[in-house]
């Protein structure tokens, strides 16, 4: 699996890079992290330049999700179970893993499509539910560009620090995920905070 997403970076650089993101919004297995960590690996030899990468991997990111958001609002959930039984093997989708989307998206709405892009499987179920309940597509592009740009410039630029050696990032996986949820969370308390403390001086 590295060795094929080094050959296709290789071959056609930043495009490779949209389309493996893409991909992997689809097909959980593939690992978004190595993809990321490549790129940023390529940005630190000056193959590629930082902002680039960063948006032709929020757009890879966007598309893939589109496709699983549309899969939602096409079938019903009757040919939603026929499909995942007969084809989510193949691309690593359980029906449970929809189910707990589609629980997950009436809990949170909104905010499972922003943080889910931050953890990995979560942000390839939580489009099928999202395209379910027709949210409304301007919304979710948004949420999921935000989200998405976010995980993977904090991967970017971790490659991009490690250069040659950026597989050795593979084991932080987990933290780096929880790092990022964590600064995403502290920086909505602070602007909700900093909104209240406006709207009360305004009052006054």
């Known amino acids: ?16 890079v949209a389309f493996l993101v893409a991909l992997e919004s689809i097909v959980p297995p593939i690992p978004s992290e190595v993809v990321l960590l490549l790129t940023g690996s390529n940005v630190e030899t000056g193959r590629f330049g930082l902002i680039p990468a960063i948006l032709l991997s929020t757009v890879g ?3 893939g999700a589109l496709v699983l958001y549309l899969l939602g609002l096409w079938l019903s959930a009757e040919r939603m179970e026929r499909l995942i039984a007969r084809l989510g ?3 690593g989708l359980k029906q449970k893993d929809v189910d707990r989307g589609f629980r997950w998206f009436e ?6 499509v922003f943080f889910g892009r931050l953890i990995p499987l ?10 379910a309940e ?12 935000l989200g998405s740009a976010i995980w993977n410039t904090v991967w970017i630029v971790a490659g ?23 600064l995403i969370a502290v920086g909505l308390v602070v602007l909700v905070v900093r909104a209240r ?8």
């Open 1 to 16: 699996m590295i060795d094929w997403i080094i050959n296709v970076i290789g071959d056609i650089g930043l495009v490779g």
């Open 61 to 63: 990111s966007v598309v």
């Open 89 to 91: 093997r193949f691309v």
């Open 107 to 112: 809990r949170h709405g909104s905010l499972v």
């Open 122 to 131: 979560v942000r390839s179920v939580v489009s099928i539910p999202a395209g």
């Open 134 to 145: 027709r949210m409304n597509l301007v919304r979710f592009v948004s949420l999921t560009a």
């Open 160 to 182: 991009n620090a490690l250069g040659a050696g950026w597989k050795r990032a593979e084991r932080w996986a987990d933290l780096i995920q929880y790092v990022a949820i964590g």
């Open 197 to 204: 403390r406006r709207s009360a001086a305004r009052s006054a």
